[in-house]
């Protein structure tokens, strides 16, 4: 049941970018009315929403990225993005992409991805 793709994660330097996407599949013609969040889970720790961005383009942040990443989507392409950048050890996480509102339970289990690991290590 998994409708988004992660990908873009790696092993990066405290300080060091990286940009993040998410693909949709092109059978989910609705994309472009969707509301759209990126989402990261630390190890032991729950799932939370970490930027989103409207179908009509407004975009919102954590207190803990604002002014580091950047959500973006590519309607033409049913592709979400995230560029993050002067990233931080505490930044470490799976990070997910969703509509915004999916709730995070057992019940949901199958619509979340694999997510794509970010890692900001020395």
């Known amino acids: 049941q998994v409708q988004f793709v992660e990908s873009g994660g790696g092993l990066v330097q405290p300080g060091g970018s990286l940009r993040l996407s998410c693909a949709g599949s092109r059978s989910i013609f609705r994309f472009r009315f969707y509301d759209m969040g990126w989402y990261r889970q630390a190890p032991g720790k729950q799932r939370d929403m970490v930027a989103s961005i409207t179908a009509g383009g407004s975009t919102d942040y954590a207190d803990s990225v604002k002014g580091r990443f950047t959500i973006s989507r590519d309607n033409t392409k049913n592709t979400l993005f995230l560029q993050m950048n002067s990233l931080k050890p505490e930044d470490t996480a799976v990070y997910y992409c969703?509509?915004?509102?999916?709730?995070?339970?057992?019940?949901?289990?199958?619509?979340w991805g694999q997510g794509t690991q970010v890692t900001v290590s020395s």
């Open positions: 969703n509509r915004v509102g999916v709730v995070d339970g057992p019940s949901n289990a199958d619509r």
